[in-house]
């Protein structure tokens, strides 16, 4: 543990003066990344949302003597961003039928900021840690450039601490921007896949609600 810890530190102090700049891109965006991901909840990893929505509609479908309770107290026991919302609606359904529409529309929004809330952050992060490991790399060669300057190049050794600066720091810059990357694309693609379902279940309410309607008077 010791020789790990150093081999860090170590690799840190050589990195330059742009190391603490990336490792702090990095950490402001895992931290995002990751809560994130703990604001979906169990949806986020769940190979199963879809037989939310066919829960629902099998549940809507039945002949109990009160199909919104029934459907809303079986969503109760399953977790989830989907099984909460949809929960919520069938209750704006039930207990103000004339404001559902409403509802649903003003509350999409909001669930959708809400999931999205702070992956804006991670994207500039990702964005900015390569550029950082690129100024990284400038530096590292400006000063093996300057040790050039001064005592030639005859002694490759002079020149080692702005090479190792120049290397090292590039690849910290990929090192954070690339898993950064990849796990934000993942994490749009769920959002979106979530977006789906919720609108998915909001339809099916609504049409189960305008089929019980009472038919207007002429």
Same mark, same amino acid.
Request: proline share 0%; charged share 15%; aromatic share 14%.
């Given at each position: 543990m010791y020789v790990f810890i150093e081999a860090v530190q170590s690799t840190f102090l050589a990195g330059g003066s742009v190391m603490l700049p990336i490792i702090l891109t990095g950490v402001i965006g895992f931290y995002?990344?990751?809560?994130?991901?703990?604001? !979906?909840? =169990?949806? +986020?990893?769940r190979k199963d949302v879809y037989k939310v929505v066919e829960m629902l509609r099998n549940d809507l479908n039945t002949r109990a003597e009160d199909p919104l309770r029934f459907a809303s107290k079986h969503l109760g026991l399953r977790g989830g961003i989907v099984s909460r919302e949809l929960r919520l609606a069938l209750k704006v359904a039930k207990d103000t039928p004339e404001k559902y529409l409403e509802y649903m529309q003003v509350r999409m929004i909001k669930t959708v900021q809400y999931m999205q809330q702070g992956t804006h952050i991670i994207s500039v992060m990702a964005a900015a840690a390569p550029l950082l490991g690129l100024l990284g790399t400038v530096t590292g060669m400006v000063s093996t450039f300057e040790v050039i300057t001064l005592y030639g190049n005859q002694n490759p050794? $002079?020149? +080692?601490? =702005? !090479? %190792?600066?120049? $290397? !090292? %720091?590039?690849?910290?810059g990929l090192l954070v921007a690339f898993p950064l990357t990849l796990l934000k694309q993942r994490l749009d693609e769920r959002i979106e896949y979530l977006t789906e379902q919720l609108e998915l279940g909001a339809t099916i309410i609504e049409n189960y609600m305008s089929l019980q309607a009472p038919p207007e008077a002429t």
């Open positions: 995002y990344l990751y809560s994130t991901w703990m604001r !979906i909840g =169990g949806d +986020a990893f050794v $002079l020149m +080692a601490d =702005g !090479i %190792s600066e120049a $290397l !090292i %720091s590039t690849q910290s």
